[in-house]
């Protein structure tokens, strides 16, 4: 990988990393479905010149938006909203790359060696570990939604590994589009004020919606979509990993996380998990980073 490459890289793992932090800035103002909603308003209307029909495939587009898009990032951001540990948050959506491997041994019939078993089973006792550290016990609750929100994510990945032909912003496009109007619907039937919480939240909140959705979804995404179509998945997948890394950095230093032994021998397993079966992995991306 060149360094110019390399740094372009590093700098989509910063982006990632700080999304965590201003996520949560936003849903500690707004109501989480709401947060999502208006998320996905906004990238539905920078990308509705990629609206463009796939042909053939726009059952599984509607799967797609629907695992990865209403779903996965109405459960994300709801636990992020009752959990305020970042940096728990930004470990636990590492869970995506053994949740999305396990379902393509299910759904696509890939063969898995023994050391990505040990890669799955050292990702989820990693996350289990982090549960029972006394900054984080009490919202487990929270924990368990990302963690829902990340299998979600990754059913998605698997459906979207069925096409190839579809490009990054029209995909995005076409999650956005399918997102919001039914996510506007349901947070006006179970969350309340969210009106009055939009008129009233501050430039975090609002820079929130403008990051995750611009940052992360635009640069992040189509930034590694070009990596990948010039490295292999083996060489990009593990360096994503610093993604997490710069999340709990964020997550301490600026939203002040409180960390003790549990977490970091949870985070450490995890990771180190996840590295195996990204280093074993040369066919897929990883889905892990579905932020």
Request: net charge positive.
């Amino acid at each position: 990988m060149t360094p110019r490459h390399f740094l372009f890289l590093i700098f989509i793992c910063v982006i990632w990393g700080f999304t965590f932090v201003a996520g949560k800035a936003s849903v500690n103002e707004l109501p989480p479905i709401f947060f999502t909603a208006l998320r996905y308003l906004l990238l539905s209307a920078v990308l509705f010149p990629f609206l463009k029909p796939v042909r053939g495939h726009m059952r599984e587009i509607f799967w797609i938006s629907l695992f990865m898009g209403s779903v996965h990032f109405s459960l994300f951001y709801g636990g992020m909203s009752l959990a305020s540990n970042v940096s728990a948050v930004a470990v636990a959506t590492q869970l995506g790359v053994p949740f999305s491997t396990i379902l393509s041994i299910i759904f696509l019939g890939e063969v898995v060696g023994w050391r990505r078993w040990v890669g799955i089973f050292l990702a989820f006792i990693g996350v289990m570990i982090i549960s029972f550290d006394p900054a984080i016990i009490d919202e487990r609750l929270g924990l368990l939604l990302v963690v829902a929100a990340v299998f979600f994510g990754a059913c998605g990945t698997i459906i979207m590994k069925r096409i190839s032909e579809t490009g990054v912003f029209q995909m995005q496009a076409w999650i956005a589009i399918f997102s919001w109007p039914p996510l506007l619907v349901v947070s006006f039937l179970f969350e309340s004020g969210q009106i009055g919480a939009l008129m009233n939240a501050s430039s975090a909140a609002l820079g929130g919606i403008f990051y995750t959705a611009l940052g992360s979804s635009l640069i992040g995404h189509a930034g590694m979509y070009y990596l990948l179509q010039r490295y292999d998945v083996s060489l990009v997948s593990p360096l994503t990993l610093l993604a997490p890394v710069f999340g709990i950095s964020f997550g301490v230093i600026i939203w002040g996380d409180q960390t003790d032994v549990p977490f970091w021998m949870g985070s450490c397993l995890t990771l180190l998990g996840v590295l195996v079966i990204a280093l074993r992995k040369r066919d897929h991306p990883q889905a892990g980073a579905n932020l």
